[in-house]
């Protein structure tokens, strides 16, 4: 079962410098994304993936990032405009039981669903977005906060998206959260 959305007026605390002392983006994501690469974040919020993610794919990649809510979206426009990264970002405002993202089938590297999978009302539908979009051999890194989300909770997940075509490639240390890569 879905839980509670995130409220955006709590986006801020997400963008904490503090933060990356234990989920710092690059060292989470940069063994994965490069150069040119087109890749999704799904529910961005303010970009605190975002834009480490824009600053990876370089001036000729691209990153789709997709929210809920529109002033996650509006929040995350602003500091892409002011960091100089807005060229490769496109914003995206979804549905809440879908991402809307079919116009996107086959042509991205890598899918991002960090915190956000159990926040979904359908996360089968979910999985199957994300591998839709993604080209063969791409990949879909989930991470929840174990804190919010339980073991079992999460290994569901896990079994949903393997259900959708996707194969676990491994489990992911990340401070605070259980993670996962998978291969599509």
Known sequence: MAKPVYPWWLGYL???????????????????????????????????FSLPIARLVGVKGRVV??????????GLTRRAAKAGLFDRI???????????ISDL??????????????EVPDSLNFMKEAHQTLKLGGCLLISEPSHHVSKDEFNNEVEIAQQTGF?????????GSHGVLLTA
């Open 105 to 118: 089938a086959g042509e991205i590297d890598f899918f991002l669903a960090f915190g956000v999978v159990h």
């Open 14 to 48: 997400l963008m904490n410098p503090l933060r990356r002392v234990t989920q710092n983006p690059e060292k989470i994501l940069k063994p994965y994304i490069k150069e040119n690469m087109n890749v999704i974040d799904a529910g961005s919020g303010m970009g605190f």
């Open 65 to 74: 990032c997709i929210d809920l809510q529109e002033q996650m979206i509006k």
């Open 90 to 100: 496109e914003t995206r405002i979804c549905a809440s039981g879908s991402l809307e």
């Open 167 to 175: 194969k676990v490639k491994e489990y992911l240390e990340i401070k």
